[in-house]
T-cell receptor, first 116, second 111 residues
Framework: NAGVMQNPRHLVRRRGQEARLRCSPMKGHSHVYWYRQLPEEGLKFMVYLQKENIIDESGMPKERFSAEFPKEGPSILRIQQVVRGDSAAYFC??????????????FGQGTRLTVV | KQEVTQIPAALSVPEGENLVLNCSFTDSAIYNLQWFRQDPGKGLTSLLLIQSSQREQTSGRLNASLDKSSGRSTLYIAASQPGDSATYLCAGKAAGNKLTFGGGTRVLVKP
């Protein structure tokens, strides 16, 4: 059972370009979460999705950022018109639903975005 | 708003010593608390999950405790090894499956 798969592992974009980060959850997991880790900072929640639904996007910047988790295929985090401040490691996690107490999140290896 | 703090930010011990890593949280209304390990440039590996109704969890040399009333969790690593060198993160889960992370403790185990 492969873990959470993220690609690409490293992504370099020029200012103003678009960045697309992909995440395939663990087999059998229908809940996906995106977190961002800025240099020398902790991980911060961005968005929580289930298939075809955004459940909580309270951590997502209001502009330029969007996320989806279609019925088929991976979850996508899209950043439009990237700026230097978007340079960070973006982590995806997935889980099943085992009730509030038992739900355990499993993380991918992350995508390290560098904006030049 | 939940805040999670990990002190110290860095810790260095000789091989064989027991490690004690602290995590404190401000809102006791957490459903569970997870401990993770992160190696440089890598992802997060889940180590232990303690449900809010539990007091502790054990896996091999690792033992984690949870005291909701005082807002604290402690991760113990017995007989540390150089391979235990990494950053250890704790995260509290609130309603809605959102994890709030501490800043991490960077551990170095010297041979």
């Amino acid at each position: 059972n492969a873990g959470v798969m993220q690609n690409p592992r490293h992504l370099v974009r020029r200012r103003g370009q678009e960045a697309r980060l992909r995440c395939s959850p663990m087999k059998g997991h229908s809940h996906v979460y995106w977190y961002r880790q800025l240099p020398e900072e902790g991980l911060k929640f961005m968005v929580y999705l289930q298939k075809e639904n955004i459940i909580d996007e309270s951590g997502m910047p209001k502009e330029r950022f969007s996320a989806e988790f279609p019925k088929e295929g991976p979850s996508i985090l899209r950043i439009q018109q990237v700026v230097r401040g978007d340079s960070a490691a973006y982590f995806c996690a997935s889980s099943t639903w085992g009730g509030e107490e038992r739900t355990e999140a499993f993380f991918g290896q992350g995508t390290r975005l560098t904006v030049v | 708003k939940q805040e999670v703090t990990q002190i110290p930010a860095a810790l260095s011990v000789p091989e064989g010593e027991n490690l004690v890593l602290n995590c404190s949280f401000t809102d006791s209304a957490i459903y569970n608390l997870q401990w993770f390990r992160q190696d440089p440039g890598k992802g997060l590996t889940s180590l232990l999950l303690i449900q809010s109704s539990q007091r502790e969890q054990t896996s091999g040399r690792l033992n984690a405790s949870l005291d909701k009333s005082s807002g604290r969790s402690t991760l113990y690593i017995a007989a540390s090894q150089p391979g235990d060198s990494a950053t250890y993160l704790c995260a509290g889960k609130a309603a809605g499956n959102k994890l709030t992370f501490g800043g991490g403790t960077r551990v170095l185990v010297k041979p």
